[in-house]
T-cell receptor, first 113, second 115 residues
């Protein structure tokens, strides 16, 4: 079946280094992708999104890369800070404007001071 | 997100009890969702609603029911709670009239424990 998954369940990064969190998806029809950050005890918070007609999008300290050829999505966090410690989820939507979001299991990012 | 609130934030109940979780939003969004999150797993969709009185089943609707009597409110009920419904429950909203994407905004979650 179609799925959204992550290569690494946990990631430890030294403060100040860059972090890369990966996500694989199997639905080639997916049109829209989101990265969410979930801190302990809180709901998921939107970080950045990308449409399938793009391969890169940048935000503040974050960049999302989309490789449709290999159905791979990544989130890059520059100069990782202790406040970046959280679980990061990717999610995909198969159709423009669709209600449906399929979430991956999440990667836990731990920042070492 | 302070625009999406959930009550209660924590609840402990016993098997067989009826439980209602409430969600309210001030974002003016038409679409609302209930998700369940289990440890180490992603979010699973329970029910969703596109507008008042519109109700649709998600992936795991068995054992749950919902009510959307007003655009700003979406409640989730467990008619007879069982231990494997112990989980984190999240409400979310989105705006169908927005960019055409489906960015969803989440509440802070309700931690439910069924003994």
């Amino acid at each position: 079946g179609e799925s959204v998954g992550l290569h690494l369940p946990t990631l430890s990064v030294q403060e100040g280094d860059n972090s890369i969190i990966n996500c694989a998806y199997s639905n080639s029809a997916s049109d829209y992708f989101i990265w969410y950050k979930q801190e302990s005890g809180k709901g998921p918070q939107f970080i950045i999104d990308i449409r399938s007609n793009m391969d890169k999008r940048q935000g503040q300290r974050v960049t999302v890369l989309l490789n449709k050829t290999v159905k791979h999505l990544s989130l890059q966090i520059a100069a990782t800070q202790p406040g970046d410690s959280a679980v990061y989820f990717c999610a995909e939507s198969p159709l423009p404007g669709s209600y449906q979001l399929t979430f991956g299991k999440g990667t836990k990012l731990s920042v070492i001071p | 997100d302070a625009d999406v609130t959930q009550t209660p934030r924590n609840r402990i109940t016993k098997t067989g009890k009826r439980i209602m979780l409430e969600c309210s939003q001030t974002k003016g969004h038409d679409r609302m969702y209930w998700y369940r999150q289990d440890p180490g797993l992603g979010l699973q969709l329970i029910y969703y609603s596109f507008d008042v009185k519109d109700i649709n089943k998600g992936e795991i609707s068995d054992g749950y029911s919902v009510s959307r009597q007003a655009q700003a409110k979406f409640s989730l009920s467990l008619e007879s709670a069982i231990p494997n419904q112990t989980a984190l429950y999240f409400c979310a909203t989105s705006d169908s009239a927005g960019t055409g994407n489906n960015e969803q905004f989440f509440g802070p979650g309700t931690r439910l424990t069924v003994l």
